[in-house]
């Protein structure tokens, strides 16, 4: 029998998570600056769960021997992967054993000393020092090559020492290191070549020895599947860690970007070595003035470009800059004072609906251009009868006194005061359209940006009509959720764009294809024509009548900052060849940065364009692990939303990608989501096909793989929770480990905050061959202990809220799993719904463990465990006074205690729960959490007398008072804020309250004119 995989028994989830949460934020050389693709997975977490889903735990029975000497070879040299002593929130049990399976997590991550320091002192620290240098997950890890060898080590004995059963860690690391070493030195051999790119006899030896090296080693690694690849951020970290890594995405445009990101770059973005006469054949003087700038001429007989990929496509994307702007370069004109134009600021104008104005307003929602703590920059209006003409102020308007003239599509006439009604003018977007109107440039100027009233000259030019070869066809698709643009006749791709941007990005098109039909047909050229349509979607994607101007960072921002598109009523107008941010040469640079960021790994992905779910693309059993990130359920609509891509991509990739891109739009039918519009609005339909998807593709799945299938899912709902479960289940698959690892948590959470998490649970689940039939009684009482230990070691390592309650799904999950039916005592069967119904009960129930007092006040504080003070579903609500609450909703809404806002709803503060009655919770008979804030409310005030009575009254004057256990609760699960400050004050106070309010009862039997004099509020604040 085989050991445990690590992530069944054990994760360094706070470690991960911090990284995963900084990973957010990094920008250069990011996977996300390569193309935008929506919920890409952060690449720590996806490092950390493939190596924690391929090592064996280190400490289980069946662990081989190599493995076990692996660890203690190479993991207990010295301190860096030495377990912590004692820091908060780290791990369950303070101090960390020293033992091998703890080494093995401290390398997955580990805090730096630094930041263990800091947590002790309840400090943050800087993000990028947080984890400690030997950790693997480490953003400046990921070209470690050092670091990165021990990694392939461990997993190359963790696997080869299963396979062959006899080899000893000595034996198993000589291989690797023979394996490895062919590699380094094929690739010396072959990028030391003079003109490679030739393709001669040696070369092409030299080539095909590395090839060979490559395959040789990574057939002795462990295969990787990723059968929802998207972004690829899974198959290359499989590929980062050595091994044969393979994913499959439906989507076309998700299938270029990860050949962009995990196969290209591996295979061509490696060194090559010109001749000075070869060199100049491929790039003339221009390509001297690139390596050499400032050198006239050619002085050394070789020049050795670091990275021939990054090479060419900046120096063919300058290319094109160069013939474009050459071309179309005067349709784009500087300011009047021979500034380069960033921007041209336009705004839709709705006519006023008044029958004897019909000005034609424009939809200004602020007059701000610029608005940040060291600049501001508005247009001030001059209204003349109804015509309407703009002046540049610099400083602040008097925004209470000058609304703007647009509220949320409502317009208000500036020169009459009638008010248009938003119908009204979405009427007119949809039958005549809404003109738009040059308000203003934004230009680069020596000191920032600067502002300026375009003059006739400008504008005249922004008003020519020009001929466009090329409009991008096909309708977009509403989403089940509501597309902003529908309502206002947006209804086409076509439609996103003004007919100078489709001139503009036509004649960038053109010239790409140029360039294309010129490149010799090969790999090389495939991928960096790739890379040209890449950049080409990024500046298509900046350059639409959608986009927006940040007035806070003076930035271009492009439409799809969500998963949909949202109406603009203004935006600016790119200028593709000013150079700076949003600009085409600007586009290029964040491409070269990613490609530049990942030419030290030799690994490639491979990838596959197709649905997945097919059992014959691999052979049985003969997948290592497969990790996999589904869609969320009905979150976002991947090939809907892809569109906007496909139908350019298509015209430049068509003739080299032909059966990719053979449809007109991105297939829709085989897509795993549970989208109601296309399924003619029927969500019990979109739910059956998304699960019925998902058990084919878990079940092909299964058939493939050999010992781990690893799953990420972030969506929260027990819905889709539901679903995930039964196609795990009905795989024949069940959940080992479940880990919640932060995605978006501030980074304060790691200097120690109780605050709500927000996070994406992985599920390891282990193909099994699932048992007969359970008891439902066995398995409950299995459930609740398990359950209860997950809550308990989650909550000590600083989880809460839906974080918790997940992972608690996933134990629950893994009890039932081992049967192939649970009935109860009737003999009908337990549902998945059920189960998950009694997971979340019996974690509210180890929650609320130990809490006393009243059913409010353990609403109150079960509530806050659970969810924090953040907005949540109504629905949820619910949920939580069904189980294992005496209470009804209704009375927790008439309580105050939630409170509600549409239809989502938040636990009210001591002031929104109280701060209306005067009486309230004053009394012995009060509810628990009532007498809390209300003396929370009185310490807020300063008001001495009324907390003394307070206290006095409900018995609060004793230390172990339920009143003063309830403080000490609030004080750990409260976030920052009043609320928080008023219970530190309460505790802070404690010993004199109490002994004061004795006192109160003593001498001052008319309590509430007690006078508490100066010193009482001094003490407060
Ligand atoms: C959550 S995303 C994966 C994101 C990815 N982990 C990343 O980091 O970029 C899910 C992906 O599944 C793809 N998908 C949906 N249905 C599919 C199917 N039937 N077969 C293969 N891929 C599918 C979508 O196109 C989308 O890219």
Redesign the pocket.
Known sequence: MKAKRLIEVAMPIKEISAESVRDKSIRQGHISTLHL?W???PLPA?RGVVFGSLVQDPLDVNCTMAFKDAVKDILYKGSMYKPYADIPYTAAVDPMEDNPRNRLMMFIGKFSDECQNNMRAEKSTAPANQLSNGSLVKWENKNNQELLRTARLLIWVSFNSERLPGCSYIDLKDSFDLAYDRILDAQKNLYSIIDRHLENDKSKRAEAELKEAIELFQSQMPTVF?????????PIEAARLGCMSYG????PV?HIIEKASAEFPQKYAKPVRYSAKEFRKLYGDKGLKIVHPGQEMFKESTIDIENRLAFDIEYYAKSIIEKTEHEIGHLYPGDSRGNKAVAYYWVRTATCSNPSCRAKIPMLKTFYLVNTSKKSVYIHPIIKGTSIEFEIQNGHYDELANHGWNNRGTVTCPCCGSVTDVETVKRESTTTGLKARLIAMISDGSNGKVYSIPDEKVRKVLEQKQEVSFVPSGNMTRNSNGGDTFPWGFTQWSQLFTNRQLFTLNKFVENLEELRDSFPENGYYKALTTYLALWLDRIILINTSFCRYNIRRETLEHMYSRQAIAMTSDYPECNPFSGSAGSALNQLSWLLDYVNGEQNNPFPAYFNN????ERTQFPEKSIAASIT????YDAIA??DISDFFYVWLKRVLAPLYPLNFSTPLTPKA????ALKHHHNGDENAANHHFEN?LTQ?FDAIEYQTTDIVSIMFAHQSTQAWTTLCNSILEARMNITGSWPIDTEMASRTVALSGGALESSVTVACRPSERKGFGDYKDVKKAILVKVENEVNSLYALGFRGADLLTACFGQAVSEFGKYKLVEKADGSEVTIAELLDMARTSAFNALLKGVQGDEFTRFYLGWLQMNGMGETDFDDATKFTRVGMQVDVSEIFAQRLLIRNGNKQHLATAAEHLGHTSTQGTRAEDSLIDQVHRAMLAYEKGDRHVLLALLNNVGADDQNAPFWRLVASLKELLPDGKDLKAIEGLMGNSDNLRQESREVDQHQPEQMTFDFGNDFNSDFK
């Open positions: 693709w919920a890409r997975r996806c990723d059968p929802f690849s998207g972004g690829g951020a899974i499959n995405d439906i989507n998700a197709a649905s997945s779910g990130d589904p869609p969320y991947y090939a085989e897509e795993c989501t998807k593709i």
